[in-house]
């Protein structure tokens, strides 16, 4: 059985290792710090079960567990947190986990957890595999023909046959990423965005090449246009990628063999391509238009408690990431920009003089009236009171 444990804290990682390395003796553990690093774990190694972290930097626990059981199935998820709230559990629980354990943990509990799935993993190793598993397996198989094929290596005894029967009139996508340390996640993320799309709209599937790159094969349902699909399909990864990408689409093709010299076209920017940076600008239309929607938010629900992780939650990026974007956007920081429309706006209800300071500082978002003055003396450089007498003065008669 292979265990894999990720968590961003290192004596978390090399205690559960040596705990379960020193109670099972046919046990492997993998360890990852990160979500990205689990990615290229579960990528490239069959595992059975996940000891995970909510809280990491960049992508949390709950979002690789989102993510990762659309193509990874059959995977046991065990939820290891400090935090005990109950949402996190029941979001755990919705999620798949099987099992939701608070930190600090006992060798005890970390021993009986992975007990009952050892037993439960021996007792599937005895057993025939179900059809579905078999399936997903030789689906995993032909893909690695497939990429094999594509990159003039030897595939040995297995053929195409089955692939060409199911796709006599297809097209072939192809994404090229800007590479970087995010790579991994991002291929996870083309892959499951793409694989999803296509088998709403078709049949097909799209394998990782090298690491930048990812090959697709679609056959397309009677009713979908190829130009349609070529638009949503840019549309789609320009949500949910946000970073510079190359999409090639081919006119529909009938020779499978052809493919490997299909693909070198891409290289040479023949062909329908979607460059995502050429038709967006430098920022990219995806980002300008998530940065813009959050603007709006923010000076809609400015008075409200505006964290920045709940604005970014509204346009689906990550923390981290929308800070950055936002500063790219703006030229401001995220804090800096939220206080300069709160100010504002408290500039512009100190000329109502029905209104208290207190009042205003409400209107404004700031609840306690004594951090509102404090903030506004640092931005104007007087109290909200001097503020309105000279305001007052300077009206005409």
């Not at 990812?214 to 949910?240: I, M, N, P, Q, W």
Request: with cysteine; glycine share 6%.
């Amino acid at each position: 059985m292979h265990i894999l444990v990720v968590d961003d804290e290192r004596t978390i990682r090399d205690g559960l290792r040596r705990t379960v390395n020193g109670a099972f003796d046919d046990v492997r553990v993998s360890t990852a710090a990160s979500a990205a690093e689990a990615l290229g774990v579960l990528m490239d190694e069959r595992v059975h079960v996940v000891f995970l972290d909510i809280m990491m930097p960049g992508m949390n626990g709950l979002e690789l567990l989102a993510e990762a059981r659309k193509k990874h199935k059959g995977i046991h998820w065990i939820v290891v947190s400090a935090h005990s709230e109950f949402a996190y559990a029941q979001e755990a629980l919705r999620l798949g986990a099987e099992d939701y354990i608070l930190k600090p943990f006992g060798k005890e509990q970390i021993v009986k957890s992975v007990t009952a799935l050892y037993e439960e993993w021996k007792r599937e190793q005895s057993e025939p595999h179900d059809s579905g598993i078999l399936e997903l397996n030789l689906n995993y198989l032909r893909e690695a023909v497939f990429r094999r094929w594509i990159q003039g290596l030897d595939i040995g005894r297995f053929d195409l046959s089955s692939i060409r029967a199911e796709h006599d009139r297809f097209h072939l996508l192809a994404v090229k990423l800007e590479s970087n340390s995010e790579l991994s996640l991002r291929n996870f993320i083309v892959e499951n965005v793409m694989t999803e799309y296509i088998l709403q709209n078709g049949k097909g599937f799209i394998v990782n090449m090298d690491g930048d790159f990812l090959v697709g094969v679609v056959t397309l349902k009677e009713d979908v246009l190829a130009g349609a699909f070529r638009k949503s399909a840019a549309e789609h990864l320009d949500y949910c990628l946000k970073v510079p990408y190359q999409l090639y689409m081919s006119e529909e093709l009938e020779d499978f063999n052809a493919i490997p010299s299909e693909i070198r076209k891409f290289h040479t920017s023949t062909g329908t391509v979607h460059d995502k940076d050429k038709d967006d600008g430098a920022e990219g239309r995806g980002k300008g238009d998530v940065i813009d929607i959050a603007i709006q938010y923010m000076k809609s629900q400015f008075q409200d408690n505006l964290s920045l992780e709940l604005v970014a939650s509204i346009v689906y990026l990550n923390p981290v990431y929308f800070s950055k974007l936002f500063k790219q956007k703006t030229g401001t920081g995220y804090k800096e920009y939220l206080t300069n429309l709160r100010m504002d706006k408290a500039a512009e209800l100190l000329g109502n003089p029905e209104l208290t300071i207190t009042r205003i500082a409400e209107l404004a978002g700031y609840p306690d009236v004594r951090h509102f003055t404090q903030v506004f003396r640092k931005h104007f450089d007087c109290t909200p009171s001097h503020y309105r007498s000279e305001k007052i003065q300077a009206w005409p008669n």
